[in-house]
């Protein structure tokens, strides 16, 4: 595209391996014109509060979790679940290493438990283990493919462990220029984890798994171990019949990110960045996890999702992104918000970001995955 403002070789690069030289071009004129800002993220319309009745609490009666027990089992004993787990991102937050290869404990890593948990998983229910795939990014992919194969898959046939690649773009400089890094190369990142559907429909993946008769994927962030592949929470949201589960957790002082909202009739994922200036988040009693249970019908759709715009430090210096997100396919599809514990060996939502957390948390964290049986 001889007319592009990213030059030849970086507008190939956008097309091969990006959302398209001709889309980033589209979305830089409206961030230059103002109409995509931090201003536009903001939704317009009235925003509400989830009624009480939208956020089912966990676990229920102990009838109920043996009805959902034996159903989600029975899904997992079929092959009709897979694993869809986020490995992308810069690798910047544990001194460049990928941090699903990180350590956690007794010489195994994020993604090690990951794969660990679904194999006794799938042991206690009879059947093949769950397919997994890993979202990985052109950062974290070689790292990840060799971390799996110095460490034997960590038991996990191998045939049933897929990747998959994000999407790769250019960040920008506050005046619409190309970031460059300080190579003097144009500094790529991954636009969001919006990138999971349309990346697994592209790959083929999506596409062979609901022929093989998958129909729910469970997607969780490589750092939340103890998001693990529960049968009966898989049964409450096939008995629930929404294509969407979302799993969220009670807000604590100093949360940060996406919550439940009310917003044009439906309860939906909305990022802090979208409510309006003058709502009180801390009002939603409750907090995203990033943690859905998905049908393969909701991802195979691949419905629209916004690009926002992100205003980083790289390198000590501002840079702008374009992201979408996954959270926003509660806006199209109907959707249930599940309450999830959030402390004790019960949790589901201790996230890791960098080395201080996993320092932190390393007790609890392996405490909660060692406890954890198949099941509630």
């Excluded at 089912?56 to 009838?63: E, Q, V």
């Excluded at 019949?241 to 044009?264: F, H, M, Q, R, Y």
Aim: charged letters at 20%.
């Amino acid at each position: 595209m001889t007319d592009s403002p990213f030059g030849l070789e970086l507008a190939d690069r956008l097309d091969r391996e990006g959302p398209g030289s001709a889309l980033w071009t589209r979305l830089r004129a409206a961030y230059l014109n103002g109409a995509l800002s931090v201003d536009s993220n903001r939704v317009n319309e009235p925003v509400g509060i989830p009624p009480a009745e939208a956020l089912r609490s966990w676990p229920p009666s102990a009838t109920e979790l043996s009805t959902h027990q034996e159903r989600g089992a029975s899904a997992i004993r079929n092959s009709q679940v897979a694993l869809l787990v986020l490995n992308g991102g810069m690798a910047t937050r544990f001194g460049g290493v990928v941090k699903g290869i990180v350590e956690v404990a007794d010489g195994v890593s994020f993604l090690g438990l990951k794969l660990r948990d679904a194999l006794r998983v799938s042991t206690s229910v009879g059947g093949q283990p769950p397919r997994i795939f890993l979202m990985n990014s052109e950062a974290t992919d070689a790292g990840t493919r060799e971390h799996l194969e110095a460490n034997d898959y960590f038991g996990y046939p191998r045939a049933r462990i897929h990747s998959f690649k994000q999407l790769w773009a250019a960040r920008l400089t506050p005046e619409g220029a190309v970031f460059l890094d300080d190579d003097g190369q144009a500094s790529m990142y991954g636009p969001g984890h919006g990138d999971v559907g349309p990346c697994l429909v592209a790959s083929g993946l999506l596409g062979r798994f609901v022929e093989e008769g998958g129909q729910t994927l469970l997607l969780s962030n490589v750092d939340n171990v103890v998001a693990t592949l529960c049968p009966a929470l898989l049964g409450a949201h096939l008995s629930a019949g929404s294509e969407i589960t979302v799993e969220v957790v009670e807000k604590w002082a100093g949360d940060a990110g996406g919550a439940p909202a009310l917003l044009n009739g439906r309860v939906q994922i909305m990022e802090s960045f979208r409510f309006p200036e003058d709502f009180d988040q801390a009002s939603i009693p409750v907090f995203n996890t990033n943690t859905f249970w998905l049908s393969s019908r909701a991802l195979a759709a691949e419905a629209p999702l916004s690009w926002f715009v992100v205003h980083k430090k790289v390198d000590g210096r501002p840079a702008v992104q374009f992201e979408r997100l996954v959270g926003e396919l509660t806006s199209t599809f109907e959707s249930t918000f599940v309450v999830v514990p959030r402390a004790g060996l019960a949790a589901r939502f201790i996230p890791v970001k960098c080395q201080e957390d996993l320092d932190t948390e390393r007790e609890l964290l392996m405490a909660a995955w060692r406890s954890r049986l198949p099941g509630p």
